[in-house]
């Protein structure tokens, strides 16, 4: 049934949105009446067999793979700054192992995938084509986002392209590099003082106000997801559409994670790929709470404080966190709280290694590193990293 409050204008061509708890459709909307967030309805998958890899010309970047995007139909909509394809490189290729008296350098035994050279400098740029071709294809004037930076970075340049207003809502301490680029893209920072939620809270509030917005956020706008799944379809192209056994992600309102699991799915169902791999995520200690739910609060907060240098994931409660739970179980992988001292660690290391990343970026590496001294990702099993946000960040 679709909602007699939609105000976008109307467009028989976009795919409508569905709730995945109460069944209930709309044209458009920020969440479902439930309150559950919502997912398109039908997502497309291309029929056939995987074409030869070097049949993608990668001057389309992502949207190389329109195939299995929800999104951007029309080429005259989307949104682009000619972003993905991003390189995936041996971790430890031209590195001896060992270990020096200023960072230990023993290997990751691993694939990056360089995220960090988007043109906003962070993996989100994958979400913000996407979303903001879903705003055009709408009609939308002018959009807010609640974001601790890099997401407010994205959305800001890439409504910019659009030619479309946009206000983004921050905390009260965020970074100066991430607010200069969001006001360099002629956006409006709001710092809101108090909690990540209350900065949601705030953004959720100007929804209300007489002046018209749409809510372009990256843990609720289901088009978001759209473009954070492409980061599988790239590792899969690139490994000759060979999945990995394990992909490592940071993990906060689970964007990418999620992405990378939408992702595989669609390639498996449409039979590029033999299986999906299994999904790990790292959160920030002592904000950590899928680790929290899966393993109780002393894996959640093993030294007893905040992970403070992993600000960008520290999200007390993800909008998808049962979709994030059910991922992990159904790829039969897990979740585990980084410390800020092993980040810290982990973040010498990759800058010690030519990976200018920042330090949010290092909890993913990180975890690899406890999950391989546990057993649970064996030696010799492939597996990829992405490295998420530019050094050039702070």
């Not at 074409?51 to 929800?70: Q, T």
């Not at 340049?157 to 809502?169: P, V």
Request: aromatic share 6%; hydrophobic share 40%.
């Amino acid at each position: 049934m679709a909602d007699p409050d939609d105000t976008a204008p109307s467009n028989s061509d976009l795919r409508r949105l569905r709730c995945p708890e109460c069944g209930e459709t709309y044209r458009d909307r920020w969440r479902c009446r439930c309150g559950a967030p919502l997912d398109f309805a039908d997502s497309p998958t291309p029929d056939g067999a995987a074409p030869a890899p070097d049949s993608f010309d990668a001057r389309d970047g992502l949207w190389a793979f329109d195939d299995f995007l929800a999104v951007g139909d029309d080429p005259r909509d989307r949104v682009t700054l000619g972003e993905g394809m991003t390189p995936l490189v041996d971790a430890d290729e031209g590195r001896e192992s060992g270990e020096d008296s200023e960072t230990d350098l023993s290997p990751w035994n691993a694939s990056f995938k360089l995220e960090y050279v988007f043109p906003t400098g962070s993996f989100k740029d994958r979400g913000a084509t996407t979303t903001l071709t879903r705003a055009r294809e709408l009609g939308v004037e002018r959009v807010v986002e609640d974001s601790s930076g890099n997401a407010g970075a994205a959305i800001a340049t890439y409504a910019a392209r659009a030619g479309i207003a946009a206000e983004i809502y921050v905390p009260a301490d965020a970074k100066e590099s991430k607010l200069r680029a969001i006001r360099r893209a002629g956006a409006e920072p709001v710092r809101i003082e108090g909690s990540r939620g209350d900065v949601t809270d705030a953004c959720v509030a100007a929804l209300d106000e007489e002046k018209p917005a749409w809510y372009a956020s990256h843990a609720w706008n289901p088009a978001f997801f759209e473009g954070t799944a492409t980061v599988a379809h790239e590792i899969a192209l690139q490994r000759g559409w060979d999945a990995p056994d394990a992909v490592v992600t940071p993990l906060g309102h689970g964007t990418l994670f999620l992405g990378a699991h939408r992702g595989f799915r669609r390639l498996e169902r449409a039979g590029w790929i033999d299986s999906v791999p299994r999904l790990y995520g790292a959160q920030a200690a002592g904000v950590a709470p899928i680790v929290r739910a899966l393993h109780g609060p002393e894996a959640a907060d093993p030294d007893g404080a905040v992970n403070e240098a992993a600000d960008g994931i520290q999200i007390a409660e993800p909008v998808r966190d049962r979709e994030i739970r059910a991922a992990i179980d159904a790829t039969g992988g897990d979740a585990l709280a980084v410390t800020e001292a092993a980040a810290t660690r982990e973040l010498d290391r990759l800058h010690a290694a030519g990976f200018y990343t920042e330090p949010t970026c290092a909890v993913a590496p990180a975890a690899l590193r406890t999950l391989r001294e546990r057993g649970e990702i064996g030696a010799d099993e492939d597996v990829v990293v992405p490295l998420t946000g530019s050094g050039l960040k702070g």
